[in-house]
């Protein structure tokens, strides 16, 4: 069915890493005034409260590995929702432009010349190391970051993670967590082998799970604490400032 006088508009809104507490107060008002929502599989479900009753939601999945639905078919029902109901707010986890292919959906709208708002949401890439009090940089420990994707669209390890390596930066690396092995031996290739590294499975929601070592060793630790996607990887010496790293330091100095 088709309303009449519908004025399509949509809204790109990054709901955060998971916790719904961590949505913005703009992104709270945009769901109050939307007519549908569509969102993704890493979207606590708890933000569609915030949503009118009456308004449509519809699951996009948009998960690594578990995509419910293409990206080409996300923007067309984006675009047929919109001008049939109006005011589309596009619900993505983190934030719309980290690896969100948020762009891909506001320049698809924009070929309908749909108006496109974008609020920005806590990137899962600083958020989730800050929540477990891992500075992404620190005076003394690292001047900078990377934020790398573990696998490109071909399925491939991301070549800018031979680079990063290289470097003194704290290195997050978002779905890599299958290609761990082959990211723990580009660092070992750069002798690295004892550089903090942390992996934070379901940050910042009620299931996350916390692993620190070294990389020599955060691969078995991973595997023995059973750690699964989706997860966030951390390497650089700024892991060295969370307490259980503190502990574990401790501990292998009074066995040795």
């Not at 675009?79 to 596009?90: F, K, S």
Request: charge should be negative; aromatic fraction near 8%; glycine fraction near 8%.
């Amino acid at each position: 069915m088709t309303y009449i006088n519908i004025e399509p508009k949509i809204t790109l809104l990054g709901a955060g890493p998971g916790d719904p507490d961590l949505l913005t107060l703009k992104g709270v008002k945009a769901l109050q005034a939307a007519d549908v929502v569509l969102y993704d599989a890493l979207t606590n479900e708890a933000l569609l409260t915030h949503a009118p009753a009456e308004a449509i939601k519809v699951y996009v999945g948009k998960r690594s590995g578990e995509h419910s639905f293409a990206q080409d078919a996300i923007n067309k029902l984006m675009v047929d929702y919109a001008l049939n109901y109006g005011h589309v707010v596009r619900l993505k986890g983190g934030d719309p432009f980290v690896f969100g292919r948020g762009y891909e959906e506001l320049d698809y709208a924009d070929s309908y010349n749909i108006p496109v708002s974008v609020i920005p949401g806590i990137s899962s890439s600083i958020g989730v190391p800050g929540l477990q009090q891992i500075p992404v940089t620190h005076r003394g420990l690292s001047e900078s970051f990377w934020v790398i994707t573990g696998t490109v669209s071909s399925g491939a390890l991301s070549d800018d993670i031979y680079q990063a390596a290289k470097s003194n930066a704290t290195v997050i690396i978002l779905m890599g967590l299958k290609k761990l092995a082959e990211i723990v031996a580009i660092f070992k290739a750069e002798g690295k082998q004892n550089l903090p590294a942390a992996v934070v499975q379901n940050g910042s929601s009620d299931n996350e799970k916390l692993v620190v070592g070294t990389v020599s060793s955060i691969l078995e630790i991973s595997k023995r604490e059973k750690i699964q996607a989706p997860a966030l990887l951390i390497f650089g010496e700024v892991v060295s400032l969370h307490p259980s790293f503190k502990t574990m330091i401790k501990q292998y100095v009074a066995i040795s």
